[in-house]
């Protein structure tokens, strides 16, 4: 069992216990705090910030709970991501599984983009070396008369920071030859030499983190929705399709 999957059990178990099971002599008792001594869980949901759990209580309350259940944080919050107030579970999960580019005025040309096809803009975090990026690659060739796919470089594994950078620099001088050598993974492409392209890796690599790339390829749809993996069908899950979107897909390195 992954540790963070077992620190939100946790969570659960402090707030679903009575609270003279969790202190013999409480000061204030969580029961207290949230409103009622009957207060429990009613659903949760792990958000992509670390540490932190969305919660609802049997009583309406929309509640962040640390993973290790030791902070319980409960007033108003806000998604600046959206610019939305929270105000439920549901609209919490639903935000936390999309990104809007719009509203944080991020060009991904600033990170490096690579453009293929024309039509609504699909941004993809990729890394060359990562053999689900190469389906993924073989998955949007036929889609690239109804989506501009952006593809983004990152290096997820160490063995693929040299060519990332070859590929950034490479894209200074010859942006076709740059989508050449990330699609196809040629050896003949040039490393890279002094700075060049170290700034727009950095920038990448500071954007895959705050975004929470873990793994390859991390994709963003036209409508903001997230997917983590290579979905397994990028034509249904594009389009919005109920039974693709749930599908996790295959993950990258």
């Known amino acids: 069992m992954r540790f963070s999957r077992f620190s939100g ?38 958000l992509p910030v670390g540490g932190l759990q969305a919660v ?37 999960e639903e935000l936390a599984g999309r990104i809007d580019l719009k509203h944080l005025k991020l060009d991904v040309a600033d990170l490096g983009a690579l453009d293929l096809g024309t039509g609504p803009e699909v941004v993809a975090f990729v890394d060359p070396q990562c053999p689900h990026c190469a389906a993924f690659f073989k998955d949007l060739a ?19 920071q040299s060519e990332v950078l070859a590929v950034h620099c490479l894209a200074t001088t010859d942006r076709a030859a740059a989508l050449a050598a990330l699609l196809e993974h040629p050896t003949d492409v040039p490393a890279a030499t002094g700075t060049c392209g170290q700034q727009t890796a950095q920038r990448t690599l500071i954007t895959a983190q705050m975004f929470g790339v873990g793994g390859t390829p991390f994709v963003i749809a ?15 899950w594009l389009a919005g399709t109920p039974t693709a979107a749930p599908n996790a897909g295959e993950g990258g390195q």
């Open 222 to 236: 036209p409508d903001g929705r997230l997917h983590q993996g290579r979905p397994n069908d990028l034509a249904g």
């Open 142 to 160: 036929s889609l690239t008369d109804r989506y501009r796919f952006r593809l983004i470089p990152v290096p997820i594994g160490e063995d693929s």
């Open 9 to 46: 059990l946790l969570a659960a178990a402090l707030l679903a216990a009575p609270p003279s099971a969790l202190w013999a002599e409480p000061a204030a008792t969580l029961g207290t705090i949230l409103g009622s001594s009957d207060t429990a869980i009613r659903r949760m949901a792990r």
């Open 56 to 92: 609802e209580t049997t009583d309406g309350q929309l509640l962040f709970i640390s993973d290790t259940g030791r902070y319980v944080v409960r007033g108003n919050a806000y998604d600046l991501w959206h610019g939305v107030a929270l105000t439920s579970l549901a609209q919490a």
